[in-house]
């Protein structure tokens, strides 16, 4: 059984930082199999649709969405099976909730983050 669970949303002021995290468990990341898989942050507003938001290979190599580029970071602790997106200069638009992702497969239960004044 795979599990991530994702912490580290809440209210936030506009210009404001969150810093969202996901670890994972379970069968698949057993010994140091969770270094071997890419990873990423999704995010879903009302009455719109799940969104890439930022991903990372198992290399380190990271991409993301426009909407978020020099504003938001992924970073992976391997040890720890934890992935990381910390978001600065956070807006309104960026109110979703946030779902971890891992391998194109599985996903966590969802933070929500509002950023709001």
């Known amino acids: 059984q795979v599990q991530l669970v994702e912490s580290g949303g809440g209210l936030v002021q506009p210009g404001g930082s969150l810093r969202l995290s996901c670890v994972a468990s379970?069968?698949?990341?057993?010994?140091?199999?969770?270094?071997?898989?890419?990873m990423g942050w999704y995010r879903q507003a009302p009455g719109k649709q799940r969104e890439l938001v930022a991903a990372?290979?198992?290399?380190?190599?990271?991409n993301y969405a426009d909407s978020v580029k020099g504003r938001f970071t992924i970073s992976r602790n391997n040890g720890e099976n934890t992935v990381y997106l910390q978001m600065n200069s956070l807006k309104p638009e960026d109110t979703a909730v946030y779902y971890c992702?891992?391998?194109?497969?599985?996903w966590g239960q969802g933070t929500q983050v509002t950023v709001s004044s």
């Open positions: 992702n891992a391998i194109g497969a599985y």
């Open positions: 379970g069968s698949i990341f057993t010994g140091s199999l969770f270094r071997v898989y890419g």
């Open positions: 990372i290979t198992s290399g380190g190599t990271t």
